[in-house]
């Protein structure tokens, strides 16, 4: 089944300074990627989501990259803003619907 | 459209107990799903349905059951409540498999079992 690793677990920045966190995925048929957000005490809200036959896509501060030879996707967050620390979940198609990874916890510091 | 809506938000159960989590949406998706979220371990699926009257198991089914008899209700039963169950729970629904489009959940279920 579909293996995803998420990196890093904990990630700080600046405000205004840009974030990125990584997945690796295992599935080579794998062809939908999405990322959730998660703020506390909130259920997760897809902020965007890139399919295999695209190798980037962006929506204002947010832009997702993937690498489909090297079997990874990126979400990137330029310039940071507070409203912006949150756990960022990454996700791919697997043998249970959608394999999930752990989880960034993302702090933006004011 | 208030999208998906779960009860209650926290419940405290003794071991041996038994509860039903209620999930229901308002968005005519046909699939429904519900997760638990343990701390630093991502989101693990317990059971889905890709329509009313048919389930099917997730990667951690064990100690729970489903059912759908309507496009919009999609319960969990616990059964004999074990400290194991302590978690959060979230039910979500997709208009086609997960694996192909977004996924909309709830804001969970926080559940201790002691």
């Known amino acids: 089944g579909e293996n995803v690793e998420q990196h890093p677990s904990t990630l700080s920045v600046q405000e205004g300074d840009s974030a990125v966190i990584k997945c690796t995925y295992s599935d080579s048929a794998s062809n939908y990627f999405p990322w959730y957000k998660q703020e506390l005490g909130k259920g997760p809200q897809l902020i965007i989501d890139?399919?295999?036959?695209?190798g980037e896509k962006k929506d204002q501060r947010i832009a997702v990259t993937l690498n489909k030879t090297a079997k990874h996707f990126s979400l990137h967050i330029t310039e940071t803003q507070p409203e912006d620390s949150a756990v960022y979940f990454c996700?791919?198609?697997?043998?249970?619907?959608?394999?999930f990874g752990k989880g960034t916890k993302l702090s933006v510091i004011p | 459209n208030a999208g998906v809506t779960q009860t209650p938000k926290f419940r405290i159960l003794k071991i041996g107990q038994s509860m039903t989590l209620q999930c229901t949406q308002d968005?005519?998706?046909?699939?429904m799903y519900w997760y638990r979220q343990d701390p630093g371990m991502g989101l693990k699926l317990i059971y889905y349905?890709?329509?009313?009257?048919?389930?099917d198991k997730g990667e951690v089914p064990n100690g729970y059951n489903v059912s759908r008899s309507t496009t919009e209700d999609f319960p969990l039963r616990l059964e004999l409540a074990a400290p194991s169950q302590t978690s959060v729970y979230f039910c979500?629904?997709?208009?086609?498999?997960?694996?192909?489009?977004?996924?909309?959940f709830g804001n969970g279920t926080r559940l201790t079992v002691t």
């Open positions: 979500a629904s997709s208009l086609t498999v997960a694996g192909n489009s977004p996924l909309h």
């Open positions: 996700a791919a198609p697997g043998s249970y619907q959608l394999t």
């Open positions: 349905s890709v329509g009313a009257g048919i389930t």
């Open positions: 890139i399919r295999s036959n695209v």
């Open positions: 968005m005519n998706h046909n699939y």
